[in-house]
């Protein structure tokens, strides 16, 4: 069901933060809207939200009061009050605009200039009534006076102009060292009322509800409107923002504003964020040599505290590099590149002290009102003493870890009131074991105009119209806790899509504790692969990103239904309670290995039962695939782009290259002067040129054009023969669907393989639109070329002659 903007604006700005109080202000984001309309630039966000509004007559009716609220019914102008108050706040106002019917004939387009306002009165009031009565919900209004008949709205809106105003002034009156020290902002304000009028309620009511959050301890006042109100006010001089680096799938890099909100914006190169980090950074980015901090998880961050020997250099200064001093590097795009030193020198140094550490939880992942309890994943308590500070979850101890961040939960699952210690000062958070469901209003879903599928052309197709199960004759295992906690963590921070780089941070943070486990890229891409999660690729941006799939069912026999899409704890748990009132059961079909995703089937005598189940369920029908191509790219130039990195096929990473000729190969290319993707082109001899967006369908495709054998089958599993290959994500969930069984990697003979379970139907229907080697087929001489090549020892592959895993300069069978 779709939900309207009306009572997605009634239940985000009332009914949500009614709950938790008297309702005293209203403040709207452009975020907000960028999420609520599911797009990424807010002047399409603006075009939306007017687009939402009633047409211009019924409006104005309601601005002047000629159509007026009626008691008892539901409102139906909420939007309009939402509207208006974000006009007055939104960052695209140009500085100058105070007047309220000019800012609305700037917005709509529309002469408002001398209109009457009578019907805002009432309409507030209208709601006001509305929630006390059917909610039981306290909606505070401001006064009327001075301003008849836009008072009301001028001082529930925040932050307006009025308070950016005072912010300014609290700017000047502040420490530039101790802006961001929420204890001295609250004393300043605290003792500040001066600067305040009976005119600001709202300033009022925000900055009380981040005191409270402040007092209570932690990170929670972080997201506050007040504090996001006054960083940006902060940031308008005060250059405090992070240049961050995360690694890519295919050796390539990610670059990231990050701003001490945790918020991360993504840019393209370093010196996009010249006049938003310290100066002493930004002094670094224009000489060509910015030193990085290596944060974990394959993210670093610019510094300037301590000496590294990883570095950020621009290709100008990699000439002045000492010959056989650089370990490594890979090419963040034409011009930069990050750059890892052999000396030791350089890192010995220790960071610098940043000042005491403050009391209270930080980090975690947001679950509602409380925090994901699940270790890793779980907040660290930080503390300037940690030998004197204790945690309690649910009244009893916990042994806690310590690091170099503070207190950390040992591996386990933790639910409750967590309670830190230091002498007389308690910290205390609510851990929860499981994500919440994300209902289909809240859930971005893939959009063609906005993101381009890594499956391309071949996005939600399937080599056969065929997708009835097939009973697998291999041998299944239950998914590990690993697997569990990491899409945990993934289905609570993907509602409204996540870089791909920061969800690869997250796999590889989850995976921590375990000291055998395969590649982060193949524990992310079996989330895909068992209909988690879409791959996308940006058309505005060079970048990937992953969003949730839908939650869907299709009828597989008249006694049984497949469930597809992400199934967390919460949403089993539901689907499990739906099936039994129906008299059905759930049923799990586990993975290939435990490094792989269970299946779920809902089974009953009864026809009738399974559709009243999915009825009542909730749950969305399985759109039809359409037949699958075999891979191929788009023809045609590549005007205005520059070779950015060539593919290494021994080790299936692009390795750096600036400029040159296109021989044989597969190349990453760049354009600088847009904000296009990269482009992928494939040369072969004899063939004319083709282009890819997708990464992963490149290298498949690439390969495929020069006739090279791509996947092995043993009779059991399919894996990839050649490094960095994989099934487009919809045809590994269409196997998915005809073994009932998931992908994910194993180990053979001590290698970490990534495999898809599947019957020889399925193989023959796939081996039309893919190069698979059978038992009994001859493949390529170059295999024995492989084994025999010493720069390839202790590497693995599939030889179909013999039907063994043979390893280069050591076999094993």
Request: aromatic letters at 10%; a neutral charge; proline letters at 5%.
């Amino acid at each position: 069901m779709v939900v309207s903007v009306e009572e997605i604006c009634l239940e985000r700005y009332f009914l949500g933060p009614g709950s938790l109080g008297p309702i005293g202000s209203v403040y709207v984001s452009d975020e907000d809207l960028l999420e609520i309309f599911g797009v990424l630039d807010a002047a399409e966000a603006q075009c939306a939200f007017v687009t939402a509004l009633p047409h211009m007559p019924l409006l104005r009716a309601y601005l002047s009061g000629d159509i007026m609220p009626i008691r008892g019914r539901k409102p139906e102008y909420v939007r309009i009050l939402v509207f208006l108050c974000w006009m007055q706040t939104t960052r695209t106002r140009q500085r100058g605009d105070r007047d309220f019917r000019e800012m609305l004939e700037k917005q709509t387009g529309e002469k408002f200039r001398g209109a009457s306002m009578r019907g805002l009165n009432p309409m507030w009031e209208h709601l006001r009534e509305y929630l006390a009565k059917q909610h039981e919900i306290q909606l505070d209004l401001p006064g009327i006076n001075p301003h008849a008949q836009i008072g009301r709205t001028l001082r529930i809106a925040f932050p307006t102009w009025r308070d950016r105003a005072v912010f300014r002034k609290l700017r000047h009156a502040i420490d530039p060292d101790h802006l961001l020290d929420p204890q001295i902002v609250s004393n300043r304000v605290s003792t500040s009322r001066h600067l305040l009028t009976e005119k600001m309620p709202s300033f009022e009511y925000n900055f009380d509800l981040f005191d409270r959050a402040r007092k209570r301890g932690g990170r929670d006042y972080t997201e506050t409107p007040f504090w996001h109100a006054w960083y940006a006010i902060v940031a308008e001089q005060a250059a405090l923002e992070d240049l961050e680096i995360m690694e890519g799938e295919f050796g390539d890099y990610e670059l990231f504003r990050a701003s001490p909100l945790g918020e991360r914006q993504q840019v393209r190169a370093p010196e996009e964020v010249i006049k938003y980090v310290p100066k002493a950074i930004s002094k670094a980015i224009g000489k060509g040599v910015v030193l990085l901090e290596n944060m974990g998880f394959g993210r670093y961050r610019a510094t300037n505290a301590f000496e590294s020997h990883v570095m950020l250099i621009h290709t100008s200064k990699l000439a002045e590099c000492e010959e056989g001093t650089i370990d490594s590097y890979g090419a963040i795009n034409l011009r930069w590149s990050m750059v890892s030193f052999r000396s030791q020198v350089t890192s010995a140094a220790i960071a610098a002290e940043t000042g005491p550490r403050v009391f209270g939880w930080h980090d975690g992942i947001r679950v509602g009102s409380a925090l994901l309890g699940r270790s890793p994943f779980s907040p660290h308590l930080t503390t300037p003493d940690q030998s004197m500070t204790t945690v309690k979850v649910n009244s009893t101890d916990i042994d806690m870890i310590r690091d170099d961040s503070g207190l950390a939960f040992p591996p386990g699952v933790y639910f409750g009131s967590a309670v830190g210690c230091l002498r007389n000062e308690n910290r205390e958070v609510l851990l929860v074991a499981r994500a919440n469901e994300v209902a289909d209003t809240r859930r971005l879903a893939f959009d063609e105009a906005r993101e381009i599928s890594e499956d391309e052309f071949n996005r939600e197709t399937a080599p056969s119209a065929n997708c009835a199960i097939e009973s697998w004759s291999g041998a299944r295992m239950p998914v590990c806790d690993e697997m569990v906690t990491v899409g945990e963590a993934l289905y609570a921070r993907t509602a409204r899509g996540l870089s791909f780089a920061e969800a690869f941070e997250m796999v590889r943070k989850g995976l921590s504790f375990s000291s055998s486990h395969p590649s982060e890229w193949d524990v992310l891409r079996s989330f895909a692969d068992a209909g988690w999660f879409d791959f996308t690729l940006l058309r505005s941006f060079p970048a990937r990103r992953i969003l949730q799939r839908p939650l869907t069912w299709e009828m597989v026999t008249a006694d049984a239904v497949r469930i597809s899409g992400p199934t967390p704890l919460s949403v089993i748990d539901r689907i499990t309670v739906a099936a039994q009132a129906e008299g059905a059961t759930l049923e799990v079909w586990d993975g290939v290995s435990k490094w792989s995703l269970p299946r779920y089937l809902v089974r009953a005598k009864d026809p009738s039962r399974l559709r009243a189940f999915v009825e009542n369920a909730g749950i969305a029908a399985a759109a039809a695939r359409s037949q699958a191509e075999r891979p191929h790219g788009a023809p045609g130039g590549v005007h205005g782009y520059h070779v950015a990195a060539r593919l290494n096929e021994e080790r299936g990473f692009f390795d750096a290259q600036e400029g040159g000729d296109m021989v044989e190969g597969l190349y990453r290319l760049e354009r600088t002067d847009t904000r296009n993707p990269f482009l992928y082109r494939s040369v072969v001899a004899g063939q004319p040129g083709q282009n890819f967006v997708s990464p992963t369908l490149a290298i498949l495709s690439h390969h495929a054009r020069r006739r090279k054998h791509i996947f092995a089958y043993d009779g059991s599993t399919l894996a990839g023969i050649l490094p960095r290959v994989s099934l487009p994500s919809s045809w590994a969930r269409w196997a998915s669907d005809c073994s009932m069984c998931n992908a994910g990697s194993g180990l053979v003979y001590g290698q970490w393989r990534y495999v898809y379970p599947m019957e020889e139907p399925t193989v023959s229907a796939l081996s039309k639109v893919v190069s698979i080697a059978q038992r009994g087929v001859e493949v390529a001489p170059w295999v024995g070329r492989f084994l025999a090549s010493a720069s390839n020892r202790n590497r693995t592959i599939f030889d179909s002659r013999s039907g063994k895993i043979r390893i280069a300069a050591g076999e094993r069978s």
